[in-house]
């Protein structure tokens, strides 16, 4: 049997006074997930484990089944397997946004959503201005970067910029968690303080706030790390081959290291607007040839973000009609059985605009298994599922049992 996971990043929520108190997932029109939790079987999963931040990458790794207290490295070395930024030893990997700032508050995580080619731009100049042997950017997609610094110590407290937007930039600097750190604590910040001296007339900037748009005009370094340690999906579970497809670097990255190959899909935007028509196209491709799909769609998390429910539920409804749909048309008709399974990795509640480390729904649809009595997929009627709630490596060792 074939498998792949359709991961919606960030579609669970919580109850919206203006929904009526329901979730935007139990507002949407999802006929095709509710089709597959009717015939197949459902529950919820633990995806963030005591003591960790619910970030996408601490989620996206659960869901696969890590033991993150062997194998987490932060954020940034992932997205560096990601974009074939190589970590030798004693260099550290930083996720680096690119973020807008006004007035000394952080009013966002994505400077408006930053085109490739304006970052693309900015980057250059940064290295132009700021890399030397030790310091390095590299660019990725939209907003997300890498900052590699040589010699760097991990040891410091980073707030993720999506995590705070309307606080003070200087409220949530870096702070060392261990005096050797100090270092490294002083060395970001002040890149940090000098980006914004640069970029705040870059013409790039000029050019955005010209058309209404928030300029670029700070960076933000987080989530540090070095080189993983990670046994990969054939190692662990007999797989003789497997995909991933994402428009997003760190789950590119996570799939590296997990033995799966990136499919790089043109279009793919990591936003509302992505193309999901050619990821699905791909996905469907790539299940001929492969025993392992890992599909990820980022949109309604970035919908979470903005908190815009009425957004959510239009990511949600496109994850239904135009990913699901189309996916359980086509497996339908393959000559070997698929089993497929639909879920977030963390809920991104519109009202708070950030993660939240609360279970999220799952469902999985194998054509040869009974089903349970659920008919509707969304974070109430997870509660009555037969799986229950799963933690750690369950969810994985059950799918892929």
Request: with cysteine.
């Amino acid at each position: 049997m074939k498998h792949i996971i359709i991961l919606g990043d960030g579609m669970a929520d919580e109850p919206i006074p203006e929904l009526g108190d329901k979730t935007p997932m139990e507002v949407a029109n999802t006929p095709t997930m509710d089709w597959l939790a009717s015939y197949g079987r459902v529950g919820r999963l633990k995806t963030v484990p005591v003591g960790y931040h619910p970030g996408s990458e601490v989620a996206n790794m659960s869901v696969l089944g890590y033991d993150l207290d062997k194998t987490f490295e932060g954020r940034g070395s992932l997205e560096a397997a990601s974009i074939g930024v190589p970590l030798l030893e004693g260099e550290m990997a930083m996720r680096c946004n690119l973020i807008c700032i006004e007035n000394g508050i952080i009013k966002n995580h994505s400077a408006g959503h930053i085109s490739n080619e304006e970052a693309a731009e900015l980057i250059d100049f940064l290295n132009e201005q700021l890399a030397d042997d030790d310091i390095r950017f590299y660019q990725g997609v939209s907003y997300r970067h890498l900052l590699k610094v040589k010699h760097g110590d991990k040891r410091i407290h980073c707030t993720p910029p999506h995590d705070v937007p309307g606080t003070p930039f200087r409220d949530v600097l870096i702070r060392p968690e261990a005096a050797e750190a100090q270092a490294t604590a002083d060395l970001l910040n002040g890149l940090i303080l000098r980006s914004q001296e640069l970029l705040e007339n870059h013409p790039v900037n000029i050019k955005r706030k010209a058309e209404g748009k928030d300029a670029a005009n700070s960076i933000w370094p987080w989530s540090p790390g070095y080189r993983p340690r990670m046994q990969t999906l054939m190692e662990r579970f007999g797989i003789d081959s497997g995909v991933v497809i994402s428009a997003v670097d760190l789950i590119r990255g996570i799939g590296v290291y997990a033995g799966l190959k990136p499919i790089l899909v043109e279009g793919a935007t990591g936003l509302w607007n992505t193309n999901y028509e050619g990821k699905v196209a791909a996905a469907i491709a790539a299940l001929k040839d492969n025993d392992f799909v890992f599909l990820h769609i980022e949109a309604s998390d970035e919908a979470g973000h903005e908190g815009d429910y009425n957004l959510k539920i239009k990511t949600i409804e496109n994850l239904d009609s135009r990913v699901c749909k189309p996916i359980l048309e086509a497996v339908q008709q393959m000559n070997e059985p698929v089993a497929i399974a639909v879920l977030p990795d963390h809920p991104t509640p519109c009202r708070i605009r950030t993660h939240t480390g609360d279970p999220v729904p799952f469902l999985i649809y194998r054509p040869d298994e009974h089903a349970d009595s659920v008919e509707r997929f969304s974070e109430h009627s997870a509660q009555q599922g037969s799986y229950g709630l799963l933690e750690g490596e369950q969810f994985i060792n059950e799918f892929l049992k």
